[in-house]
């Protein structure tokens, strides 16, 4: 089993940025891909950001891309979610999620989950 705890998240205005954190323990040598899915009120969880634990390859949104930066720390298990120039249609909880392999990093079928952070943007 792998465990994941997120944190960072907040209130914020309109335009600012946040970074999200997600530390991740347990069995965390099976973990493949790491990524940040959100889920606005009403509606469906989605994609945000991945990135292959080995190797660091990315993989975003087209929502996010150019505003948002998905990074890791191997050494402390711990995946990040830099996000700049936040909009009010960024306002979700936003998840962090663990995959051993089985899934595409596009994928809302990883294995493991945490239990989200609230992102609220005011303008």
């Known amino acids: 089993q792998v465990q994941l705890v997120e944190s960072g998240g907040g209130l914020v205005q309109a335009g600012g940025s946040l970074r999200l954190s997600c530390a991740a323990s347990?069995?965390?040598?099976?973990?493949?891909?790491m990524g940040w899915f959100r889920q606005a009120p009403g509606k469906e969880r989605e994609f945000v950001a991945a990135?292959?634990?080995?190797?660091?390859?990315?993989y975003y949104a087209n929502s996010v891309k150019g505003r948002f930066t998905i990074s890791r720390d191997n050494a402390e298990n711990t995946v990040y979610l830099q996000m700049n120039t936040l909009k009010p249609e960024d306002t979700a909880v936003y998840y962090c999620?663990?995959?051993?392999?089985?899934?595409?990093?596009?994928?809302?079928?990883?294995?493991?989950w945490g239990q989200g952070t609230q992102v609220t943007l005011s303008s």
């Open positions: 347990g069995r965390t040598f099976s973990i493949y891909t």
């Open positions: 990135i292959r634990w080995s190797g660091g390859n990315t």
């Open positions: 999620a663990a995959d051993r392999g089985a899934h595409g990093p596009y994928s809302r079928e990883y294995d493991y």
